[in-house]
């Protein structure tokens, strides 16, 4: 069992930066895959950024390539997401996620997700 908090959110200026942290309990993170997730008010959640149990393979949404960068600390049972040059439409609540297995995008193979934190970004 893994759980997940997240943190790190809050209000932004559109080309301002942010960094979400998402803290995972328990001893085995670094055999967990973990991801990064957005849902904006009305719509579906999507993915947003991956990175494998080493931290070697990392993935991004074709929206975010280029400005957001995911990584991972496995000492401190920790993964980040840094946000640059935010823009409104990255508004959204953000969720870690985690899975026991390879990298993936594919929201239903997550097994354990944190509760969300806000992002806004104004305009």
């Known amino acids: 069992q893994v759980q997940l908090v997240e943190s790190g959110g809050g209000l932004v200026q559109a080309g301002g930066s942010l960094r979400l942290s998402c803290a995972a309990s328990?001893?085995?993170?670094?055999?967990?895959?973990m991801g990064w997730f957005r849902q904006a008010p009305g719509k579906e959640r999507d993915f947003v950024a991956t990175?494998?149990?080493?931290?070697?393979?990392?993935s991004y949404a074709d929206s975010v390539k280029g400005r957001f960068t995911i990584s991972r600390d496995n000492a401190k049972n920790t993964q980040y997401l840094q946000m640059n040059s935010l823009k409104p439409e990255d508004t959204a609540v953000y969720f870690c996620?985690?899975?026991?297995?390879?990298?993936?995008?594919?929201?239903?193979?997550?097994?354990?997700w944190g509760q969300g934190t806000q992002v806004t970004v104004s305009s």
């Open positions: 328990g001893r085995t993170f670094s055999r967990y895959a």
């Open positions: 990175i494998s149990g080493s931290g070697v393979i990392r």
């Open positions: 996620a985690a899975r026991d297995g390879p990298t993936t995008t594919i929201i239903s193979n997550y097994n354990y």
